[in-house]
C-alpha cells in the first residue's frame, strides 16, 4: 500500500504527537463549524441523516441541498488529496504529501481572515443562508483534504477528522488484547492506545476550539491552522522520502 510512514513510525514518539495534534485541529474546527452555524463539519452520518430528513419534508428541501453541498466538499477535498498523492505516484512523480495539509492550514487561515471581515456574516447569526453553507463547505473541503492525506500517509492506520471508525477500532483491539498473548497483544493494545488518545485529543481541541471562538469568532480557526503547520512539518515535509522509496514499502 502507498504510504509515507511504516507502522512502527506511526507509532513512534516522534510522529505519535502528530496525529493527536491534527486531531485536536479537526475537533477545533468542528466546534468553530457548529458555534458558527449550528452544524458540525465532519459528521459525515448526521449529514447523510440530515439529507434524508430534509429532502423527505416538503418544506426543507433546500436544507438537504445545503447539506448535500457540504459532504460533496468534504468528498472532493479527500479526490484532491488523493491526486495530490496517490495520482502523482501512479504517474511515476513523487506523491506531494505535505501538499495537501498545507492547503488545509492555508485555508483556514483565509477562512479566519475573511470570517472576521465579515464575508460570512456575522459568527453565529447566519446558521442556513448561503454564506453559511459556504463557510460550511469550504472547512468540509478542508477536513476531507485532511483526513485523506493522513490515511493515505499511514497506510489507512490513522484517521483524524472523525471517530466514529476510531471508536470501533478501538473496541476492536481491546477485545483482541483481551485474547490474545505476545506480538499480537502488543500490537493491539498500541492501536487502542492510539484511539484512545484521538478521541481525547479531538474533544481537548473541541473544547479549546468553543473557548476561543467564544472569544475571537471566525478569528479562531487561526488555532488549528496553526497545529496543522507544525504536525504536517514534522511529520509530512520529508523532502528525501521520492517516489521509487515509497514504491518499495508498497
Same mark, same amino acid.
Given at each position: 500500500?502507498?504510504?509515507?510512514?511504516?507502522?512502527?513510525? =506511526?507509532?513512534?514518539?516522534?510522529?505519535?504527537?502528530?496525529?493527536?495534534?491534527?486531531?485536536?485541529?479537526? *475537533?477545533?474546527?468542528? !466546534?468553530? /463549524?457548529?458555534?458558527?452555524?449550528?452544524?458540525? =463539519?465532519?459528521?459525515?452520518?448526521?449529514?447523510?441523516?440530515?439529507?434524508?430528513?430534509?429532502?423527505?419534508?416538503?418544506?426543507?428541501?433546500?436544507?438537504?441541498?445545503?447539506?448535500?453541498?457540504?459532504?460533496?466538499?468534504?468528498?472532493?477535498?479527500?479526490?484532491?488529496?488523493?491526486?495530490?498523492?496517490?495520482?502523482?505516484?501512479?504517474?511515476?512523480?513523487?506523491?506531494?504529501?505535505?501538499?495537501? @495539509?498545507?492547503?488545509?492550514?492555508? @485555508?483556514?487561515? +483565509?477562512?479566519?481572515?475573511? *470570517?472576521?471581515?465579515?464575508?460570512?456574516?456575522?459568527?453565529?447569526?447566519?446558521?442556513?443562508?448561503?454564506?453559511?453553507?459556504?463557510? +460550511?463547505? @469550504?472547512?468540509?473541503?478542508?477536513?476531507?483534504?485532511?483526513?485523506?492525506?493522513?490515511?493515505?500517509?499511514?497506510?489507512?492506520?490513522? %484517521?483524524?477528522?472523525?471517530?466514529?471508525?476510531?471508536?470501533?477500532? +478501538?473496541?476492536?483491539?481491546?477485545?483482541?488484547?483481551?485474547?490474545?498473548? /505476545?506480538?499480537?497483544? %502488543?500490537?493491539? +493494545?498500541?492501536?487502542?492506545?492510539?484511539?484512545? /488518545?484521538?478521541?481525547?485529543?479531538?474533544?481537548?481541541?473541541?473544547?479549546?476550539?468553543?473557548?476561543?471562538?467564544?472569544?475571537?469568532?471566525?478569528? !479562531?480557526?487561526?488555532?488549528?491552522?496553526?497545529?496543522?503547520?507544525?504536525?504536517?512539518? @514534522?511529520?509530512?515535509?520529508?523532502?528525501?522520502? =521520492?517516489?521509487?522509496?515509497?514504491?518499495?514499502?508498497?
Amino acid at each position: 500500500m502507498l504510504s509515507l510512514h511504516t507502522q512502527d513510525s =506511526v507509532f513512534s514518539l516522534r510522529h505519535a504527537p502528530s496525529w493527536l495534534s491534527l486531531a485536536a485541529s479537526a *475537533g477545533a474546527v468542528n !466546534a468553530v /463549524g457548529f458555534i458558527a452555524c449550528s452544524r458540525f =463539519v465532519t459528521h459525515v452520518t448526521g449529514t447523510v441523516s440530515r439529507i434524508g430528513i430534509d429532502a423527505g419534508a416538503a418544506t426543507t428541501g433546500a436544507m438537504a441541498l445545503e447539506s448535500a453541498a457540504v459532504l460533496g466538499c468534504l468528498v472532493l477535498g479527500a479526490v484532491t488529496s488523493a491526486v495530490l498523492i496517490d495520482g502523482r505516484y501512479h504517474n511515476g512523480k513523487r506523491p506531494l504529501y505535505a501538499a495537501p @495539509l498545507f492547503v488545509v492550514a492555508a @485555508l483556514l487561515t +483565509l477562512l479566519g481572515v475573511l *470570517g472576521s471581515g465579515g464575508a460570512f456574516g456575522a459568527f453565529g447569526a447566519d446558521i442556513d443562508g448561503p454564506r453559511g453553507v459556504a463557510f +460550511l463547505s @469550504l472547512l468540509a473541503f478542508a477536513m476531507g483534504l485532511q483526513n485523506a492525506a493522513v490515511a493515505t500517509s499511514t497506510g489507512m492506520i490513522v %484517521r483524524t477528522t472523525h471517530l466514529t471508525g476510531s471508536t470501533t477500532d +478501538l473496541g476492536v483491539h481491546l477485545a483482541t488484547a483481551l485474547h490474545t498473548r /505476545g506480538d499480537v497483544r %502488543r500490537t493491539a +493494545l498500541r492501536h487502542a492506545a492510539l484511539r484512545v /488518545g484521538k478521541i481525547t485529543a479531538f474533544t481537548a481541541g473541541a473544547a479549546s476550539g468553543a473557548v476561543i471562538a467564544g472569544a475571537l469568532g471566525f478569528a !479562531a480557526l487561526f488555532f488549528p491552522a496553526a497545529i496543522v503547520a507544525g504536525a504536517t512539518v @514534522l511529520s509530512f515535509a520529508r523532502t528525501s522520502v =521520492v517516489a521509487g522509496e515509497v514504491a518499495a514499502r508498497a
